[in-house]
């Protein structure tokens, strides 16, 4: 397992269930406090479930916007994980290179990165052969065309 | 990635815990890279390395999770403790703080992980003799008492870093040959590759260079 799988990681749903608990209790009776928030986002991030991942990002999200919040790389790196996981590699690219304007040689962030544009390369070759598909069935039909002007 | 002939027989999974500023990143560093970098910024959640060692003649990939030591990010990290078989605990013998926080370390990595994972107890920055705020007789006490292996390590110089690595491999490699970790069990932290290890056979084409000993070899950190 290297960084790469990091992003297949999963949390339990245990983990889920467990923060999930915690963050509706502070909600019942009051503002919730950041690191509740946060724990339960990052869980929500690692989640099997898109919509989880999604929940998890509009949280931390909401963090980031709050002017008072001391832990904003925590968020932004962890948006760029969820957003990576949702396949949104252009929003985690934009977060990626966010942080990478304030620490240029943060390795964690630059690692983070590589994956995250072999990622983006590894749909574009998957595009690619979709767009060849349709490339070779164009041919075949301008090649059909051709063949029938022939005498 | 699964495609292909693995040049190692077994991955063995390795957790790094401990106070934030002990040492963890710069001994993962040392360890998959044998460079110091003496200004790392803090690590958010976890980072990963990888290192393809040797025991008994069997290729075995370390794959390495470094924690964060932060307290904002303690309920995030204890979720990746499942399944290590490898724990590194590591305090800073300048700082008798992160010295009596191991015990808390301890029943975590107790906890969360299964009975057979091998700890090993770090006390890192041993080149600052003069700073020195542990003595290396207490810690081996310590270790004694709660059956851990134990050095006294260097980021900086690299001394036994390798030692503290491979020594926790080479526990974990016994334990295997003598049954007492189960390989099917669910959080052993250890997957076997029974065609693993095979030379030859054309290696693998992936972008995925894990696999070539060591990774990490464009991060200038
Ligand atoms: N002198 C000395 N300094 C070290 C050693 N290991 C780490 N450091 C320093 O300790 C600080 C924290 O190291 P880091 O690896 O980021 O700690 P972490 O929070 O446990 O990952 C950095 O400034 C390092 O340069 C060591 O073996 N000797
Ligand atoms: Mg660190």
């Given at each position: ?18 923060h ?12 919730v ?6 724990n ?6 690692q ?11 509009s ?10 919040e ?55 070759v ?5 767009a ?7 041919g075949a039909?301008?090649?059909l ?7 | ?5 693995y ?12 106070d ?36 008994a003649?069997?290729?075995i990939k ?7 030591g ?5 309920a995030?990290?204890?979720?990746y403790?499942?399944?290590a ?24 990595a ?15 920055k ?32 690299g001394e ?11 526990k ?20 076997h ?29």
């Amino acid at each position: 397992m290297d960084m790469d799988d990091f992003l297949g990681w999963t949390s339990s749903s245990d983990d889920i269930r467990k923060h999930e608990e915690a963050y509706n209790k502070e909600l019942m009776s009051g503002p919730v406090s950041s690191s509740t928030q946060f724990n339960y986002a990052c869980f929500l991030i690692q989640s099997k479930y898109p919509g989880d991942v999604r929940r998890g990002i509009s949280l931390l999200e909401e963090l980031y916007q709050n002017p008072d919040e001391s832990g904003k790389r925590d968020y932004v790196y962890f948006l760029a994980v969820g957003n990576a996981r949702l396949k949104d590699y252009n929003q985690a690219l934009q977060y990626i290179n966010g942080l990478l304007a304030v620490e240029r040689s943060n390795k964690q962030v630059q690692e983070l990165k590589v994956i995250i544009e072999k990622r983006m390369r590894g749909e574009a070759v998957k595009g690619a052969a979709v767009a060849g598909g349709v490339l070779v069935g164009l041919g075949a039909i301008v090649g059909l065309g051709i063949a029938s002007q022939l005498p | 990635m699964s495609a292909g002939p693995y040049n190692y027989s077994y991955i063995f999974k390795y957790i790094i815990i401990g106070d934030m500023g002990v040492g963890k990143s710069c001994l993962l560093h040392q360890f998959t890279e044998k460079k110091f970098m003496a200004d790392c910024p803090h690590t958010i959640g976890v980072e990963f390395g990888t290192r393809i060692i040797e025991v008994a003649g069997q290729k075995i990939k370390l794959q390495i999770w470094d924690t964060a030591g932060q307290e904002r990010f303690r309920a995030v990290t204890r979720s990746y403790y499942r399944g290590a078989a490898g724990a590194l605990m590591v305090y800073d013998v300048t700082r008798r703080s992160t010295y009596n926080h191991l015990s808390s370390w301890l029943t975590d990595a107790r906890n969360l992980t299964n009975p057979n994972t091998v700890i090993f107890l770090i006390g890192n920055k041993g080149d600052l003799d003069a700073q020195r705020d542990v003595t290396y007789e207490e810690a081996q006490q310590f270790a004694e008492e709660n059956g851990l292996m134990f050095v006294e390590a260097s980021a900086k110089t690299g001394e036994n870093v390798e030692e503290a690595f491979l020594e926790t491999a080479k526990k974990i490699y016994q334990n295997i040959q003598d049954g007492s970790l189960d390989l099917n069990a669910a959080e052993s932290g250890v997957q076997h590759k029974p065609n693993g290890g095979q030379a030859g056979a054309g290696g693998r084409a992936t972008l995925n260079n894990s696999s070539a000993g060591q990774t990490r070899e464009n991060c200038s950190c």
